[in-house]
């Protein structure tokens, strides 16, 4: 349970020595950010027959300085057993890895996660993934964080208040039951999105300024760990990857921007691109086969990954060869296919799939352009926002075709520090060494591809992924829980 003190605060040259010291104001600020063990609710959660006394500490401040006080706090549960010498699940107060699940969707305000499953809402009902991740003996810790649609949280708000929250945990380790070297962070959609760029940008100094304003705490804010599902991620070439994927689908069924949120129920609405839509589509795919080439990634075998001009190639095999292992993964667990009219099976074998196939087969949901939206109106573009614009173009295709009177582009810095894909082997961050990334195969919130290049990514740096496609899962996550937890147990309790 050490702590990683990264470069803070004032820095003393002594006989050539840097040694960090704190100033007055952040010592002081400090003490506010200490876990104070008996400031606690006693609660008996119960999931799946079982029942577990647990210790809650909810609505803890996790910076000195907050601009949102409702949102910058985290709920966190740790078993009673660990304050008296006990054991859950095998696991230690000493050793029990911290998990880390935010409850962030559509980039919006996310309130930190409670034990109890909601009572209304799409929830209802369930069990909470809090409540399960206690039976198997985790400390839970789920922040709050900033979002979109209020003016103190266009990005990287989120993943600042992520990271603080990080720092909070790691400046707590000694004083708290937990290893804060095993921090496993977990998240859905957006929530996925910050999940994969938190383990990405391990104390990267690109947002040490923000983290300082805001008096986190002074500690690291790498995590060993990350779980995403369906990540909303790589925004700024989301839009190509999506008519690469999509383009020929003029069918489409879109939801409203107050639905992107995958914890709200969805309502589709069924339309037909017109000409200007189908014309921005044309125009959009062939920009992703130079961006996916400029990436120089490889798969497992060393072999590259490329596409021709036509968007051919061997990436094209490798998501095809992805989407085939999923439908031969649910064949050979029992699952009958014979439904999907895409599928070509014989012997018990899935073919090839043929991505045109699979595309028509899933569905266009978006309209091009998917995210940067040429009229502003997507909840991207208003999470882009700034400078007193509520929304703003984070792509030049889309800055170029805007239709937004005095539309604006946001800063390339600020759309850059949203990517993991920036940060991964980059030797001024701290990579996560593990990863699980899920993207259901009937999941049309963003392309495939997106997932695909983050897990090529991370592979060829060298960190373990494991990486599928649960077939005929569309846009949610946490709906593999025990397979989830089975994996963090795994990788926390390996010898390396
Ligand atoms: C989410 C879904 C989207 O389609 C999107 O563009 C952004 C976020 C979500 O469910 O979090």
């Known amino acids: 349970m050490k702590s990683l003190a990264p470069a803070l605060l004032g820095i003393a ?46 609505g ?42 935010n409850q962030i969707g559509g980039y919006m305000p996310a309130a930190p996660g409670t034990a ?55 400046y707590n380790d000694a004083r708290m039951p937990g290893d804060a070297e095993r921090i496993i962070s977990n998240g859905t959609s957006a929530g996925g999105a910050l999940s994969a760029l938190l383990g990405a940008s391990g104390n990267h100094p690109d947002y040490e300024a923000a983290l300082q304003q805001l008096g986190a705490a002074p500690a690291g804010d790498d995590v060993f760990a990350v779980s995403a599902y369906c990540p909303i991620t790589n925004l700024e070439h989301a839009d190509a990857a999506y008519e690469w994927l999509f383009n020929g689908v003029n069918d489409y069924k879109k939801i409203s921007i107050q639905m992107l949120d995958y914890n709200v129920q969805r309502q589709e609405t069924a339309g ?3 000409a200007a839509q189908i014309g921005l589509s044309d125009a959009l795919k062939p920009l992703f086969p130079p961006y996916l080439n400029s990436l120089g990634l490889k798969d497992a075998g060393g072999q590259p990954l490329q596409l021709a001009d036509d968007g051919r190639g ?45 595309a028509r087969g899933i569905g266009r949901m978006k309209t091009p352009p998917a ?19 509520d929304s703003r173009h984070f792509t030049d295709f889309s800055m170029r075709h805007s239709t937004a009177e005095g539309g604006q582009r946001a800063p390339a810095e600020q ?34 591809a997106v997932p ?15 990486f599928a496609l649960p077939w005929g899962q569309g846009h949610g996550g946490d709906y593999d829980l025990d397979a989830l937890f089975d994996w963090m147990d795994k990788i926390s309790t390996a010898e390396n």
Do not use: C
């Open 371 to 389: 995210f940067d939206a040429v009229d502003l109106s997507s909840g991207e573009n208003q999470l882009f926002g700034g400078d007193g614009q």
């Open 272 to 274: 037909t691109l017109d």
């Open 116 to 170: 109890n499953a909601p009572a209304r809402g799409p929830g209802a009902g369930r069990v909470s993934t809090i409540a399960q991740a206690l039976m198997r003996g985790y400390v839970v810790a789920s922040p709050g964080a900033r979002g979109r649609s209020e003016e103190n949280g266009k990005a990287p708000a989120a993943i600042v208040d992520l990271k603080a929250a990080v720092r909070w945990l790691r």
């Open 452 to 466: 695909a290049i983050l897990a090529a990514r991370l592979a060829q740096q060298g960190h373990a992924v494991d």
């Open 60 to 101: 803890i401040r996790y910076v000195a300085n907050p601009v949102d006080a409702s949102r910058q706090v985290m709920n966190i549960y740790i078993p009673a057993a660990y304050f008296e010498g006990g054991e859950v699940a095998g696991k230690t107060a000493e050793r029990a890895p911290i998990f880390l699940p």
């Open 314 to 358: 061997s990436f094209a095999e490798h998501i095809a060869r992805l989407v085939t292992q999923s439908a031969q993964t649910a064949l050979d667990a029992g699952q009958d296919l014979s439904g999907t009219d895409w599928l070509d099976i014989a012997d018990g074998k899935v073919a090839q799939v043929d991505l045109a196939a699979y």
């Open 13 to 58: 040259v002594i006989a050539g020595l840097s040694i960090p010291i704190p100033t007055q104001a952040q010592a002081a600020g400090e003490e506010g950010l200490r876990f104070a063990a008996d400031n606690y609710q006693l609660q008996t959660i119960e999931a799946n027959g079982e029942r577990i006394r647990v210790r809650a500490y909810e």
């Open 415 to 448: 759309v850059r520090l949203m990517n993991p894909l920036n940060y991964i082997g980059d030797a001024a961050a701290r990579n996560a060494q593990h990863w699980r990334i899920r993207h259901g195969s009937h999941d049309r919130d963003t392309a495939v």
